[in-house]
C-alpha cells in the first residue's frame, strides 16, 4: 500500500538554527499538509498546500515558517529560527482530492527536539 | 465550545468487553468525519469513516448525528492490541481544501 515517507525520523537542533523536514507524499495525491503535536497534546493543524500554494495557515504558522515542494516528490517543511516551544512531533498529510470523504493519509513523523 | 470535544480517559476495560467513545464538534457544516487511532509516540492511522447511515467494520462502529452534531465509535469484544489513543477528526470542505480539526483523542487501555 503506498504510504506518506518523511525524513528525518528525529532531529535534534540548537535553538537558532534553521531546519528542514522532508516528506514524500503519496505520489497521485494533490494536497499537502502538516501538522505538529506537542508531547502529550492534540494533533495541531499548521498548514495545507496545492498546486504549489499555501491553501490555509493556522496562527501557529508564522512568519518563523514556511513550506514548499522543490520538486514532483518531495514537500518541505522549514522552520527558519527554531525556538525550544517548537519541540514536537512533526506530521505530514496527504489526500488525493479535498472532496466530502477524503481520507488524510499521514506519514510516521519527525521528531523535532529543540535544545 | 471546544471545535472538537473527546473524553480523553483514559478507558479502562478488560478484554472481550464493548467500549463506546463520543465526540462533539461545534462547526454544524462540517461535512466529513473519521476515527483515527494513534500508538504512544506514532502517526494518527485511519480506522474508519463516519457515515450518517452509520457504518460497521469488524468490530468496530461508527454513527454520526448530525443534528446532536456527535459522532461515536463502538469496540466489541476489546482486544488488548486495540490499546491505544481514539481520535476524533471532522473535516470542513471550503474553497478546494479541507480544514480538518482533531479532537484531543481518548486513551483506551484494554486489560488482560
Known amino acids: 500500500e503506498p504510504e506518506v515517507t518523511q525524513t528525518p525520523s528525529h532531529q535534534v537542533t540548537q535553538m537558532g538554527q534553521e531546519v528542514i523536514l522532508r516528506c514524500v507524499p503519496i505520489?497521485?495525491?494533490?494536497?499537502f499538509y502538516w501538522y505538529r503535536q506537542i508531547l502529550g497534546q492534540k494533533v495541531e493543524f499548521l498548514v495545507s498546500f496545492y498546486n504549489n500554494e499555501i491553501s490555509e495557515k493556522s496562527e501557529i504558522f508564522d512568519d518563523q515558517f514556511s513550506v514548499e515542494r522543490p520538486d514532483g516528490s518531495n514537500f518541505t517543511l522549514k522552520i527558519r529560527s527554531t525556538k525550544l516551544e517548537d519541540s514536537a512531533m512533526y506530521f505530514c498529510?496527504?489526500?488525493?482530492?479535498?472532496?466530502?470523504?477524503?481520507?488524510?493519509?499521514f506519514g510516521d513523523g519527525t521528531r523535532l527536539s529543540i535544545l | 465550545r471546544k471545535e472538537v470535544e473527546q473524553d480523553p480517559g483514559p478507558f479502562n476495560v478488560p478484554e472481550g468487553a464493548t467500549v463506546a467513545f463520543n465526540c462533539t464538534y461545534s462547526?454544524?457544516?462540517?461535512?466529513?468525519f473519521f476515527w483515527y487511532r494513534q500508538d504512544c509516540r506514532k502517526e494518527p492511522k485511519l480506522l474508519m469513516s463516519v457515515y450518517s447511515s452509520g457504518n460497521e467494520d469488524g468490530r468496530f462502529t461508527a454513527q454520526l448525528n448530525r443534528a446532536s452534531q456527535y459522532i461515536s465509535l463502538l469496540i466489541r469484544d476489546s482486544k488488548l492490541s486495540d490499546s491505544a489513543t481514539y481520535l476524533c477528526v471532522v473535516i470542513l470542505n471550503s474553497g478546494g481544501y479541507q480544514k480538518v480539526t482533531f479532537g484531543t483523542g481518548t486513551k483506551l487501555q484494554v486489560i488482560p
Open positions: 505520489s497521485n495525491h494533490l494536497y
Open positions: 498529510a496527504s489526500t488525493e482530492g479535498a472532496g466530502q470523504g477524503q481520507p488524510q493519509h
Open positions: 462547526n454544524s457544516a462540517s461535512q466529513s
